[in-house]
T-cell receptor, first 113, second 110 residues
Framework: DAGVIQSPRHEVTEMGQEVTLRCKPISGHNSLFWYRQTMMRGLELLIYFNNNVPIDDSGMPEDRFSAKMPNASFSTLKIQPSEPRDSAVYFC???????????FGDGTRLSIL | DQQVKQNSPSLSVQEGRISILNCDYTNSMFDYFLWYKKYPAEGPTFLISISSIKDKNEDGRFTVFLNKSAKHLSLHIVPSQPGDSAVYFCAAITGNQFYFGTGTSLTVIP
């Protein structure tokens, strides 16, 4: 049974470039989450989808960040334009519903130079 | 502001002894709490959870205690094993809000 799949695993790009992170949730899960992990703030929820609909995006830092879930098996997190302070590990997670344990992907380590 | 806090960044314990990881929270509306374990270069994995209507939940070597009056959550691992060495995150849920602590790095010394 495949877990949550994220791509790429690592991304290094220059400031100002567009960055797209991808996530394939576990089949059958109807909740999907994007997190950002930094040393200072730990894991922060960026956005939460339920049945492909964004339920809460209050954690999205600013308009440079956007997330989509066009269908139940795919989601993207886009940063445009990227800035050095966006450097972090970004995790995608999915679950059966909001209180069920979340299954995390292995993350994308993003470095903006 | 951090609604879920893990004030100890690291903890070292001898193999076979008890590991106690602590978590404090500020929001009395949290209705569900979870602990996750994370190894380097991997995503967090679920360990154990507890509903706010309970004060204890046990699963093998892992027990989670909830003290609502103190707004305090703890994870006990007995006996600790070297394979338990990882970063442990507590998490809390209310409505559509999900909060994680900053993590505690546990090292179990053989």
């Amino acid at each position: 049974d495949a877990g949550v799949i994220q791509s790429p695993r690592h991304e290094v790009t220059e400031m100002g470039q567009e960055v797209t992170l991808r996530c394939k949730p576990i089949s059958g899960h109807n909740s999907l989450f994007w997190y950002r992990q930094t040393m200072m703030r730990g894991l922060e929820l960026l956005i939460y989808f339920n049945n492909n609909v964004p339920i809460d995006d209050s954690g999205m830092p600013e308009d440079r960040f956007s997330a989509k879930m066009p269908n139940a098996s795919f989601s993207t997190l886009k940063i445009q334009p990227s800035e050095p302070r966006d450097s972090a590990v970004y995790f995608c997670a999915s679950s059966w519903d909001r209180i069920q344990p979340q299954h995390f992907g292995d993350g994308t380590r993003l470095s903006i130079l | 502001d951090q609604q879920v806090k893990q004030n100890s960044p690291s903890l070292s314990v001898q193999e076979g002894r008890i590991s106690i990881l602590n978590c404090d929270y500020t929001n009395s509306m949290f209705d569900y709490f979870l602990w996750y374990k994370k190894y380097p270069a991997e995503g967090p994995t679920f360990l154990i959870s507890i509903s706010s209507i309970k004060d204890k939940n046990e699963d093998g070597r892992f027990t989670v205690f909830l003290n609502k009056s103190a707004k305090h959550l703890s994870l006990h691992i007995v006996p600790s094993q070297p394979g338990d060495s990882a970063v442990y995150f507590c998490a809390a849920i209310t409505g559509n809000q999900f909060y994680f602590g900053t993590g505690t790095s546990l090292t179990v010394i053989p």
